[in-house]
């Protein structure tokens, strides 16, 4: 208990946010992508490659990281007694929330922890895709002002909550008898990329370490970038936007001292120029980040925690990866995809939707 107190704390929540920010600089040391030290959308996006839901060879790989953020929330909620199977709530578009997510995402090539390592990192890019970020929550914090809701969830079975974490410990141990064979790109079951961001990866048991421990503080902390944005520009509250706040210094310091910042806006790792599409990548995420009730990571978190309406958002996200794959939607440092802006026009009206249909006074 008195761990959660100081967790719930400002200094906890600072804490928490730079943890991660170190934990994600030193994954990039030890072998993750440039500037993707942690990357949710990435990082899911590279499990739906790995399972063969794309095809996309240089970003398949099944991301140990996204394994432990599951696990570690779920070993803090039982151990803290917060685990709630919850279920219910506007199940379809949690699924579509969670697709246009990852498309606005990887138009933008990254999550919103992945815009601030990149700025944190030197690639000035970043700058746009941050804008969009928050004009995309702030035209969230609207529809919230208006009545937007999707529901209450329910109290469901224990083995309903309990779905997610044995999908994700299934993943593991298919990651565990199924290893990479060296040079080969697919094994009996797994696809592996041999080049590209998929290719770069920290050691296994480091990664689901990391994994672990981030899930564990930011269950403790309800660490949340679209939660601290949404917090602060709709109730004024500064709280988790100072373990934002955290996060991006950390992590800045700690490139700083690894060598790993090089400012820029050109060659930077994973990244392209696009400025305009940067930012409407990342305003479509962002919308339904706010639509859907957090960002990316926190969906993983309330999934440990026993949500299945985070599930669903979180499996809308891997199907979103390849869909964004499949069909030309995902950017590339060249430049966005040959369908990406129809995909950011189509997101935009889908989302628009939603948030003007699901008021309480249209219901």
Excluded at 219 to 226: E, G, P, Y
Aim: net charge positive; hydrophobic share 55%; charged share 10%.
């Amino acid at each position: 208990m008195r761990l959660k107190n100081i967790f719930a704390s400002v200094w906890g929540i600072v804490a928490a946010g730079a943890a991660i920010g170190i934990v994600a600089a030193l994954l990039q040391k030890l072998g993750n992508p440039g500037n993707m030290g942690v990357c949710v959308a990435c990082f899911e996006r590279d499990i739906s490659g790995a399972i063969g839901l794309h095809r996309a060879d240089v970003v398949q790989y099944l991301r140990p990281e996204i394994i432990g953020f599951v696990l570690g929330s779920l070993a803090a909620a039982l151990l803290f007694r917060e685990f709630r199977p919850r279920a219910g709530s506007a199940p379809v578009v949690r699924f579509v929330l969670g697709m246009f997510a990852m498309i606005g995402a990887l138009i933008f090539l990254g999550c919103p922890w992945r815009a601030l390592l990149r700025l944190s990192g030197g690639d000035f890019n970043a700058v746009l895709g941050i804008l969009g970020l928050t004009f995309g929550i702030c035209i969230g914090t609207v529809f919230l002002k208006a009545g937007y809701t999707l529901g209450r969830s329910e109290k469901a079975y224990t083995a309903a909550g309990l779905l997610l974490p044995v999908i994700m410990i299934g993943l593991l141990v298919l990651a565990f008898v199924f290893p990479q064979i060296s040079g080969e790109p697919k094994n009996d079951v797994l696809f592996y990329s041999v080049k590209g961001p998929g290719s770069m990866h920290a050691p296994l048991l480091i990664s689901l370490g990391a994994g672990l421990f981030v899930g564990f503080i930011a269950q403790r902390s309800r660490f949340c970038t679209m939660g601290a944005i949404r917090d602060l520009f709709l109730f004024g509250q500064t709280h988790l936007f100072m373990g934002l706040a955290a996060f991006a210094l950390a992590a800045f310091l700690m490139n700083l001292g690894l060598g790993q910042f090089h400012a820029g806006f050109e060659n930077q790792p994973v990244a392209h120029t696009m400025h305009l599409w940067n930012f409407l990548g990342m305003a479509l995420a962002g919308l339904a980040f706010a639509l859907a009730g957090g960002c990316p990571g926190r969906q993983l978190f309330l999934a440990g925690e026993g949500d299945s309406d985070a599930a669903i958002f979180v499996l809308g996200m891997v199907v979103g990866a390849a869909v964004a794959h499949n069909f030309g939607l995902a950017s590339s440092p060249q430049g966005i995809g040959p369908h990406g802006i129809a995909a950011v026009i189509t997101g935009f009206a889908v989302c628009l939707s939603i948030g003007f249909f699901m008021r309480k006074n249209v219901a």
